[in-house]
């Protein structure tokens, strides 16, 4: 079905990794060898549980497994072992499924650049300045979109100054979750969103303990990402929701019960803001079609 089609989408790619990994799986539970294709399918199943946007989501996936360009040589290459038996078409899924020598060496060098001390000192300054400038950034846009409103004819979805105190403690109450996930980062090296500064982040190419020792940088640097995006998750859903309730048209009690209630358990919609509003203060957002390519 892959080789059928110019330029599949990421569903049918996604698609086509987890299938690959499954059966990689299998075979490598039968011969007892370690299952490393068993965890990498278990996070899988996690991704597609997320309540990441299902975009990011599926772009993870593929990018696991090396990227389009590899998964989609990759069912190429398993379609031709299909018409020459069984034994081919397993010995084929079991050689694409390890990392090759360039993704060993490409995880080195990247590794390598961010090993230095001052390109964490840095990561850590621009995202608390970013984060801190939310506050003063949104009371300025509260006050355009006050001036807006009183125009002729304005109906407009606006920040309103509202939001400035509820975002004042969600930077304050954001920092625990951010620790939470911070530590969660540190000991698993996975973002919990599944968005890191780093393609092919999950690949994880050299193996063993030699491995994870390599891999500190990208992993404290995730880790650090991940702080600062448990502070503007909740910095924007508490943002958002008062400026729900005030669309609503609710004062007092009712105004903070329904406040309470949404900050608590969050729309799908207010979710999937939140987490972009995380990628984007920590300058993890996608590029575009025609930027990516570049």
């Known amino acids: ?61 593929i990018g696991g497994g090396g990227g389009r360009t590899r998964v989609q040589d990759a069912a190429d290459l398993i379609l031709d072992a299909v018409e020459q ?16 020598f360039k993704d060993k060496a490409t995880e080195l060098y990247i590794n390598s650049l961010l090993s230095g001390p001052q390109t964490h000192a840095a990561n850590i300054a621009s995202n608390t300045l970013t984060a801190l400038a939310q506050l003063p950034e949104h009371a300025t846009a509260a006050a355009i979109g006050k001036v807006r409103s009183i125009l002729p004819g304005a109906n407009i979805d606006r920040v309103v100054g509202s939001e400035i105190g509820a975002r004042t403690f969600g930077l304050i109450q954001g920092a625990k979750e951010g620790a939470r996930f911070f530590l969660q980062a ?18 994880k190419a050299i193996s063993g ?12 640097l995730t880790a650090e990402d991940e702080f600062f995006k448990g502070i503007a998750r909740r910095m924007e859903l508490n943002g958002l929701a008062v400026r729900q309730a005030s669309k609503e048209g609710l ?20 979710l999937a803001q939140s987490m972009e509003y995380a990628r984007y203060l920590t300058f993890q957002q996608k590029l575009g079609p025609g930027m990516s390519k570049l």
């Open 1 to 61: 079905r892959v080789r059928s089609m110019d330029e599949p989408g990421d569903d049918v790619l996604a698609a086509f990794r987890e299938a690959w990994l499954r059966h990689t799986a299998i075979q490598e539970q039968v011969s007892g060898m370690t299952a490393e294709a068993g965890r990498a399918l278990s996070q899988f199943r996690m991704l597609a549980k997320s309540n990441a946007v299902p975009r990011e989501v599926l772009s993870s996936l």
């Open 85 to 100: 038996g069984p034994g081919k078409f397993n010995v084929e899924v079991e050689r694409l499924a390890k990392p090759a």
């Open 186 to 203: 540190l000991r698993t090296g996975e973002p919990v969103d599944f968005a890191s500064k780093f393609e092919q982040q999950s690949l």
């Open 209 to 220: 303990r030699k491995g994870e020792i390599i891999r500190i940088p990208t992993r404290l």
């Open 251 to 270: 004062r007092g009690d009712a105004a903070k019960a329904r406040i309470a209630e949404l900050a608590a358990n969050p729309t799908d919609e207010m």
